[in-house]
């Protein structure tokens, strides 16, 4: 099966930087996803990482650490749309797919 | 506009009366997977489908059946719902399967008294 753990509330201060950690433990590994879910509604992608290292999408960054099964997301210049939970997620063994519980991101101004 | 339906979005039944939440993608994925939403545990996948009648078990499917006929469709069935069963639903595909990204519907509010 899968392991995957991450805080589940966060606070930060709009236009602040935030870093969101994820740490997984898996049977075989096929990448680490993060996802974002705003309330009420669907979630929506926001990277896929199968390598080492940072990769940046704008105000949003993701880095991966296989071999220590640890990852986060970084996301800059918080602003107050960015309050919304960011669920850690992989892929596990005979095609099932598994997620953290979630982290909630509470911005304020 | 490429997207993921499901329906209804929200239902409130009783105990034994079985139901049926329709899931439907129009973008020609191979990969299709029924999840519930709980607070304090997350999604959980409870089926999922690599193809057209292929089926297998997620982590939760106890209570739960699913059939993919068509490969647009994915209904999830509840043949005697139970109040542990009240939850937020959601379906999702991807191209190929897990390691693609999942396109999730709006969600389905489902209540069982």
């Known amino acids: 099966g899968q392991n995957i753990d991450q805080p589940t509330e966060m606070t930060a201060t709009e236009g602040a930087i935030v870093q969101i950690n994820c740490t997984y433990q898996?049977?075989?590994?096929?990448?680490l996803f993060w996802y974002q879910q705003h309330a009420g509604e669907a979630p929506t992608f926001l990277s896929y990482?199968?390598?080492?290292g940072l990769e940046e999408k704008g105000r949003f960054s993701s880095f991966l650490s296989r071999s220590k099964g640890y990852s986060y997301l970084l996301l800059k210049e918080l602003q107050m749309k960015d309050s919304a939970s960011y669920l850690c997620a992989a892929p596990g063994d005979f095609n099932k797919f598994y997620f953290g519980s979630g982290t909630k991101l509470n911005v304020k101004p | 506009e490429a997207q993921v339906t499901q329906n209804p979005r929200y239902l409130i039944t009783v105990t034994g009366k079985k139901l049926t939440v329709t899931c439907s993608q129009n973008m020609n994925h191979e990969y299709m997977s029924w999840y519930r939403q709980d607070p304090g545990l997350g999604l959980r996948q409870i089926y999922y489908s690599m193809n057209v009648e292929v089926t297998d078990k997620g982590d939760v499917p106890e209570g739960y059946k699913v059939s993919r006929k068509e490969k647009r469709n994915f209904p999830l069935i509840l043949e005697s719902p139970s109040p542990n069963q009240t939850s937020l639903y959601f379906c999702?595909?991807?191209?190929?399967?897990?390691?693609?990204?999942?396109?999730f519907g709006p969600g389905t509010r489902l209540t069982v008294l």
């Open positions: 990482n199968v390598l080492d």
């Open positions: 999702a595909s991807s191209h190929r399967g897990p390691t693609d990204t999942q396109y």
């Open positions: 898996t049977s075989g590994f096929n990448g």
